[in-house]
């Protein structure tokens, strides 16, 4: 952002009209409504389309809550030891520029962007034109899977925030991965980027009935919620349980999404032993790739927590899928989900034969086993200066010994 727009959007909840922000610009902090409601995060580049959606809601004000400017970088001190615990290597390997990648950061922005857009509308539960998402995150999808099978790396499965935008997109990019393994017909899986990407608007729907002031209620929020009552009753289910219904029974009235799309949205927490929700279909009722997206899904949802600090158990999630093999998903399609993403995924510590510690950057197709690999520490603990990379594919190769938490 340069120096104008910065300017333009510090100060101490600052209100701003809406026709005057700033477009391709990042939002350095987030925005909200006059009650107070978050309407987009920071880091958000403002487009026509996102204007556009919040002037179509009626709002033409918004609120910047300024709380200090962004945070400097902290001053990490150097790790020399394994004992030191050097988290930020993860990252590192990302802001350097050394992590290899299948499609670029400005590819999945520009379809973040686009999705955040969508939600702006979605959250007044409203129809929104799904042509420039879906040929978005038909992108994503066709630089995946063009080759049959390419290797899942860490910054292909790494966005820097916790949203549902951000964890939506990287389902689409786990999803993909998995159809290429497959070698599912890529107008097959292109046509799947909608569900892939909107699976979780539920989720916004719900949000938005559950921050509604009763005094000034829509009529629309009302409608919702005795529906959702409705629902609770006739389904015996948690009401964060039917976001899947929601996402389905408003993108099916809004019309324009083929029904097996729509299907893939309704399952996506639905598994082949009928112990998902929310209908508990089984068997051949549970599509395949309805199945991958719901794989997606899980895995996505389980090797990132809140905080958007990667969890140390990748590892831990893979042998959660690996066990639940021919429940949660068809054994084909678990097979080619290690084969893609191994069972050493990307962003997992490893100690190798040698006794060296490295980490995780690529998956091999069809060698789970064998991944590109950082060595960061030597046989005896120490940090080298330079992370030495190691395609363990290769002939005379180390091994991996075992999966390590750092």
Request: glycine share 6%; aromatic share 6%.
């Amino acid at each position: 952002m340069d120096k104008t727009a910065s300017a333009a959007l510090a100060g101490s909840d600052k209100t701003i009209e809406v026709k005057d922000l700033p477009v391709n610009t990042r939002l350095q902090y987030s925005l909200y409504d006059t009650d107070g409601n978050l309407l987009i995060n920071k880091d958000i580049v403002i487009t026509e389309a996102i204007i556009n959606g919040l002037q179509r809601r009626g709002i033409t004000t918004v609120i910047i809550k300024f709380e200090g400017p962004p945070a400097a970088p902290a001053i990490q001190q150097e790790a020399n030891t394994l004992e030191d615990k050097p988290d930020r290597e993860f990252y590192d390997a990302l802001d350097n520029g050394k992590s290899p990648a299948n499609i670029s950061r400005e590819m999945r922005e520009t379809a973040l962007n686009s999705l955040e857009g969508v939600f702006i509308i979605v959250a007044e539960n409203e129809s929104f034109d799904i042509y420039e998402l879906q040929g978005n995150c038909e992108s994503i999808i066709d630089e995946i899977v063009r080759d049959n099978i390419v290797h899942p790396s860490i910054i292909d499965l790494y966005l820097t925030d916790s949203s549902i935008g951000h964890h939506s997109i990287n389902v689409i990019v786990t999803f993909a991965h998995i159809c290429s393994a497959l070698n599912l017909p890529q107008s097959s899986v292109r046509k799947y980027a909608a569900a892939a990407v909107l699976h979780d608007v539920g989720k916004v729907i719900l949000k938005k009935v559950a921050q509604s002031d009763e005094k000034k209620e829509l009529v629309k929020a009302k409608a919702i919620k005795e529906k959702l009552a409705a629902m609770v009753k006739e389904k015996g289910l948690d009401i964060d349980k039917l976001h899947a219904e929601v996402a389905y029974n408003y993108l099916r009235n809004m019309g324009g999404i083929e029904k097996d799309v729509l299907n893939a949205v309704r399952n996506h927490h639905e598994r082949i032993d009928g112990k998902g929700y929310p209908r508990g279909i089984k068997g051949k009722e549970f599509a395949d790739l309805d199945q991958i997206l719901a794989l997606a899904d899980y895995y996505e949802n389980i090797t990132w927590n809140p905080s958007n600090e990667i969890k140390t158990g990748q590892y831990d999630a893979v042998k959660s899928i690996i066990q639940q093999s021919g429940k949660m998903a068809d054994c084909q399609i678990i097979s080619a989900f290690l084969n893609v993403f191994g069972h050493f995924p990307p962003g997992s510590w490893v100690e190798l034969s040698s006794c060296e510690i490295g980490l995780v950057i690529q998956a091999t197709p069809f060698k789970p086993r064998s991944p590109l690999v950082h060595v960061y520490f030597d046989k005896d603990g120490n940090r080298l200066d330079e992370a030495i990379p190691l395609n363990l594919s290769e002939p005379g190769m180390p091994y991996i010994v075992k999966h390590v938490d750092i």
